[in-house]
């Protein structure tokens, strides 16, 4: 999906968060946020919003000397997650559908702000098992169509929620193609956050190619796309990756928040609704 002049208000946060992370004093970051505008003035906008996200996020570990920023916050979140880890698994596992709520998890996993509670006061409200309203829930059709594919693969999101993606393959009994971010950029997961989440022992670990918060199809290396070609089922996680694929004919499932007004309507749900569903362009092969 395209951008629309609502991303520049998220692109611009974005900026502002970067800023805030790195610590900057106010008037550093005055001149940072004026050069991020004047670069996004002249950016095109008749791409996804994680190209545009890309260009930008470049643009200022360039300016900064920071080219991942996020990596202390990245590995907090990894280190937190492990802790809910063995808890949130015995979960899973003692539920009436272990699958349904280990996928509930996975989705929690990309909605939870890990600097706003406590692990206790996750466990203790059920958050994970009580992730919140769904907008779309085409959990049944995922269900028979992940019991039929031989070929999985999953594109990861962010860091943190890589470890509870951990337990959602490891309840499903699958080994998946797990694929992160051929680089870092904002919070999302590298090959470092995956190897640090423990994924490498449920999964097949592989980098897609492309450094944007999002698998940009076109962009991924050759090998990667020979992955997804040869694809039965692939799992997409997070926002980002459902901008860039959805209109991409393939055997995609898409996983996640609906945050911005742009992606709700565009799906037609309220927003801050979560999200399986099933690819409106669904196809057994993946035909770019």
């Not at 050069?35 to 900064?64: H, N």
């Not at 928040?257 to 690819?279: D, F, H």
Request: proline share 5%; aromatic share 10%; net charge negative.
């Amino acid at each position: 999906m395209k951008a629309e002049s609502e991303c520049y208000l998220c692109l611009l946060g974005q900026v502002l968060r970067t800023a805030g992370v790195l610590g900057l004093e106010e008037a550093e970051t005055r001149a940072l946020a004026r050069e991020a505008c004047a670069f996004l003035a002249r950016a095109d906008f008749d791409r996804t919003p994680p190209e545009i996200s890309e260009d930008l996020y470049y643009f200022l570990a360039g300016l900064t000397g920071h080219p991942d920023p996020y990596r202390i916050l990245k590995k907090e979140h990894i280190e937190r997650a492990l802790k809910l880890y063995p808890e949130l698994k015995k979960l899973a596992a003692t539920s009436p559908d272990p699958l349904r709520t280990a996928l509930e998890i996975s989705l929690a996993g990309n909605v939870i702000d890990f600097g706003a509670n406590s692990e206790d006061d996750w466990l203790k409200d059920g958050r994970f098992l009580s992730p919140g309203p769904f907008g779309i829930d085409d959990y049944q059709q995922f269900k028979e169509d992940l019991q039929r594919a031989d070929r999985i693969v999953f594109l990861g999101d962010n860091a943190g929620e890589t470890v509870f993606d951990r337990l959602f393959i490891e309840i499903s009994g699958r080994r998946p193609v797990y694929a992160v971010r051929q680089a870092p950029i904002i919070n999302d997961a590298t090959l470092e956050e995956a190897l640090e989440s423990g994924l490498a022992a449920v999964a097949e670990l592989v980098v897609s190619g492309c450094r944007a918060p999002g698998t940009v199809y076109e962009r991924c290396s050759p090998e990667f796309k020979n992955i997804l070609d040869q694809a039965d089922l692939v799992i997409s996680k997070g926002q980002g990756n459902f901008e860039c694929l959805e209109q991409v004919r393939g055997p995609f499932y898409f996983l996640l928040k609906a945050k911005c007004r742009v992606v709700s309507r565009y799906l037609g749900v309220p927003q801050g609704s979560l999200i399986i569903m099933r690819s409106r362009n669904y196809n057994s092969r993946l035909l770019a």
